[in-house]
């Protein structure tokens, strides 16, 4: 070992030339920071160590809990600075957490100093080192998550970190090794990879985290996967500071997401909550017995907090199996509901779809499949959904949406076009409304008959189907008039290209003679013979991307002056107000 090293190792110790910084884990379904992870960074100038070759030597000195004690000791000082409501990640060397002596900095006590509960901390066990005593090892993770610590086990999919550690005891999340991450957008293998880790985990329960990511399109493709959460300098550099996430960044994740889980347009979950028996964390467990006792229609019950956060959901099962047995009617009598939270249950924001809320629930392990869901409203308790409201909803919106469907295109009629906007209307997100509709239709309808009429409609549907991406919307409001509600803000580029499918696919639909005069011979509105130049389509869009909406009146008289300013325009025309 250099000199040099081990003198620039030492002075490290001696001098606590070590600082934090911190990196943020963004929800990839709608772009909040559920923690930042603390780094630590060597402050000496000219140092010939890394991060890496510090702990390494720190290991052969016999040094290691000095280490993790200088750089744990700069992560909790500063965290106190941390927003409110996230979390904390800290990396813990496996051999380190059992030892009850060195590793007492991370008793409820100590971080009481630092205004932290053990809520707030998630213990990463890194991967330097392989476990020595995997009994001792297993014995202490229980012990902390016994008080309400969480374990993240870091680069999983690499080295050390396989199935065994996992199944070894039960981590609340798992972060993907950044070398499946790299590139996931393009190699098949690693998207596989991935999504088969993400299948795991979501049936174990388990929250998983992608490390390293870097590009746009990897973070786009791992939304697409269902990963739950994701770090990389895509989405923020360790810095000093706690960073929030960039605008541009955060709009991304909303709109990719949201186009994923809006496939089909069920609707919001939120519109099926109802609110039901909720009791609080200090209430005692025989009262919510006796409780449904009586009333054999509560199958559930959510434990919630002082800020009507939901900490644990309990069972007509669960409660009725501790009273049971000979000793089970005493022992539980005294038992409070927060000695008995069960964190295993699906919680979803009201905001998320229908159809993404019965992708979750199925995904679950057969014995919860049935429970009901939990619905929340920016971390609020908003009420339950239970899987027969679930199922019975979603087929009668199917069969409803069917009879509503204009029977040329098969595209939603009115009544799901004016729900849709409402929706709209109640969301901050990005969104577009584009009105199309054929110039020429009639006189076209009355030279060349019905049939050929309903063919350029059904001609115009399915180009609209056919360019619009996925959770967008295409609806057929009658006649030759369509309109498309895209979750993003759209322009020129899109519709131009509409237009020119229409202007290519409808040659067909005229005669040789037709096409080489570039017009026809119909009626006019006063029964005369006139000359009438092919079908054109004029598209009018209105986005709230510079003036948002509040109600469907005012949306509707915006909408009207720009389809008459389309209107105006000879030819194929795009209006974007």
Not at 526 to 539: E, P, Q, R
């Amino acid at each position: 070992m250099e000199a040099k090293a081990l003198t620039h190792f030492y002075t490290i110790l001696a001098s606590g030339a070590i600082r934090a910084v911190y990196q943020p884990i963004v929800s990839l379904e709608n772009g909040s920071i559920l923690a930042y992870e603390a780094l630590s960074r060597i402050t000496i100038l000219q140092c010939v160590l890394n991060i890496e070759d510090l702990f390494h030597i720190a290991a052969h000195q016999h040094k290691l809990w000095e280490v993790e004690q200088l750089c744990r000791s700069k992560a909790l000082k500063n965290a106190r600075k941390n927003p409110s409501s996230t979390k904390l990640f800290i990396n813990v060397d496996p051999n380190i957490i059992h030892d009850p002596h060195n590793f007492a900095g991370f008793t409820c006590e100590k971080l009481l100093q630092y205004r932290l509960c053990p809520d707030d901390i998630i213990f990463e066990i890194t991967e330097r080192s392989a476990i020595k005593d995997m009994g001792t090892f297993t014995a202490a993770i229980t012990h902390y998550q016994r008080q309400n610590f969480k374990i993240a086990i870091d680069d999983f999919g690499s080295g050390y970190s396989g199935m065994n550690r996992v199944c070894t005891f039960s981590p609340n999340y798992i972060k993907i090794d950044m070398q499946l991450i790299r590139n996931v957008n393009t190699d098949a293998v690693k998207k596989s990879a991935v999504a088969a880790i993400v299948k795991f985990c979501k049936e174990s329960g388990i929250t998983t985290i992608a490390e390293g990511i870097e590009t746009q399109a990897e973070l786009k493709t791992l939304i697409e996967l269902n990963v739950d959460f994701g770090q990389g300098y895509y989405l923020g550099k360790p810095n000093t500071n706690f960073q929030e996430l960039s605008e541009e960044v955060r709009m991304f994740i909303e709109s990719t997401s949201y186009a994923k889980n809006t496939i089909g347009i069920l609707g919001e979950i939120g519109v099926l909550a109802k609110q039901k028996l909720c009791v609080c964390e200090n209430d005692n467990i025989f009262e919510i017995y006796e409780t449904m006792k009586k009333n054999h229609k509560i199958t559930e019950v959510c434990i919630l907090d002082s800020k009507q956060g939901v900490r644990g959901m309990l069972t007509r099962s669960f409660i009725f199996e501790q009273f049971s047995g000979q000793y089970g009617y005493n022992l539980s009598k005294r038992i409070k509901a927060k000695s008995l939270i069960n964190n295993d249950f699906l919680a979803v924001d009201s905001n998320m779809s229908i159809e993404k809320v019965a992708e979750l629930a199925m995904a679950r392990e057969l014995s919860k499949v049935y429970d009901a869901i939990v619905v929340t409203d920016e971390n609020q308790y908003l009420g339950l959904v239970t899987i027969k409201d679930l199922l019975k909803t979603t087929i009668n919106i199917q069969v409803n949406r069917a009879k509503c469907s204009n029977p040329l295109t098969g595209l939603p009629g009115n009544t799901e076009i004016q729900r849709l906007i409402s929706t709209k209307l109640k969301s901050p997100q990005p969104f577009s409304l584009i009105y199309i509709d054929i110039d020429n239709f009639k006189p076209y309808n009355d030279a060349y008959g019905f049939t050929m009429g309903d063919q350029m409609i059904k001609t115009l549907g399915n180009i609209l189907k056919g360019c619009i991406d996925q959770g967008e919307f295409v609806g057929h409001i009658g006649g030759d008039d369509f309109v498309i509600i895209s979750n993003r803000y759209r322009s020129d580029g899109f519709c131009k290209e509409i237009i020119h499918a229409f202007t290519v696919q409808t040659k067909a639909l005229y005669t040789a003679e037709d096409i080489e005069n570039q017009y026809i011979i119909s009626k006019n509105r006063n029964g005369f013979t006139d000359t009438f130049s092919l079908a054109t389509i004029s598209i009018a869009v209105v986005t709230n991307q510079n003036m948002p909406y509040s109600n469907l009146s005012e949306l509707s008289k915006v909408i009207a002056h720009t389809k008459t300013l389309a209107k105006m325009e000879r030819g194929n025309s795009i209006v974007v107000h």
